[in-house]
């Protein structure tokens, strides 16, 4: 009698399986994933922010530091709700938790100047690569977990789908 699922596909289910782990588990990713705190120095001149673009973690605690060189800048991020305010040689320190992963623009909340409107920089907050990993590897194990034992069952029945 000729087995439905040979033991030799149940053995490459599980080196596929643990090839996929190891593959998700050992790739390299950029380091820091853990929440830690993010001190950002942010230099605000006109209409310009300098640097224009921050990249932080979701969970990380972001601590700016803004400073004005010429006249009265704020510094207002959109979708978190908070603000601060600078002064020349009169620095604001702004501290929040980035919660929520995506893109925000960042603006001055004082008006500055003719091009105050356009005076815009963008807060990136990007996932958590250990969580989706985790993640990742559960799904991984499971699926091979369920092929594995899905082609053991498959070997007890003859060729009919009946138990031998």
């Known amino acids: 009698m000729r087995e ?4 030799r596909r149940r053995w490459l289910a599980a080196g596929l399986t643990i090839g996929g782990l190891v593959l998700v588990l050992l790739a390299p990713i950029p380091l820091q ?3 830690q705190e993010r001190r950002i120095s942010i230099s605000a001149r006109s209409f310009a922010y300098e640097p224009g673009t921050v990249r932080v973690n979701q969970g990380d605690t972001v601590v700016i530091d803004l400073e004005s060189t010429d006249v009265v800048h704020g510094l207002y991020v959109d979708g978190y709700g908070v603000s601060a305010q600078a002064e020349p040689g009169r620095p604001a320190q702004l501290t929040f938790v980035a919660n929520r992963t ?4 960042f603006r001055c909340n004082v008006s500055c100047g003719s091009l105050h409107p356009f005076m815009i920089g963008k807060l990136v907050v990007g996932p958590n690569l250990t969580w989706l990993r985790a993640v990742a590897a559960t799904l991984i194990t499971a699926a091979g977990a369920m092929l594995f034992f899905w082609q053991a069952g498959g070997e007890r029945q003859d060729g009919a789908g009946t138990p031998a």
């Open 102 to 105: 995506g893109a925000f623009r």
């Open 33 to 35: 994933a853990a929440p």
């Open 4 to 7: 439905a699922f040979p033991a």
